[in-house]
């Protein structure tokens, strides 16, 4: 699955602060053969607000910069930042490191300290 993440893209910088560290949650449902050759790490990934989403109203969707849908920030790690990005502030992902076969990314999420 793709979305539309235009205007979402945030670009790193070296004074850029790590939140946390943690795998992507739902990535057994998602068929990362199709983008295995976009995943590579280091690779910066978007993260996308899903406020609407009917089993977690604080969801962070984790995609590649061509928008395809990774996965999730995991619930139980996802309330600072949700209330982050609620607040305006600028959110990113890279990828620590990937197992297609094992269905497995790890991610560091990044506070963002340039502006748009």
Known sequence: EYIDIKGKLIPNHEYDVLLLQTEVAG???RDLYVV???LK???LLCLVRQPDNVYDKKAILVTTYNGYVVG????RLNT???S???S???LYGVLESIDIDANRLL?????SKSKK
């Not at 991610?107 to 506070?111: A, G, S």
């Open 88 to 90: 305006g502030e600028n």
């Open 72 to 75: 999730y920030i995991p619930r």
């Open 107 to 111: 991610i560091r999420v990044m506070f």
């Open 36 to 38: 295995e050759s976009e």
């Open 84 to 86: 982050l990005m609620d």
């Open 41 to 43: 790490e280091g690779d």
């Open 80 to 82: 600072m930042p949700a």
């Open 27 to 29: 990535v057994f449902y």
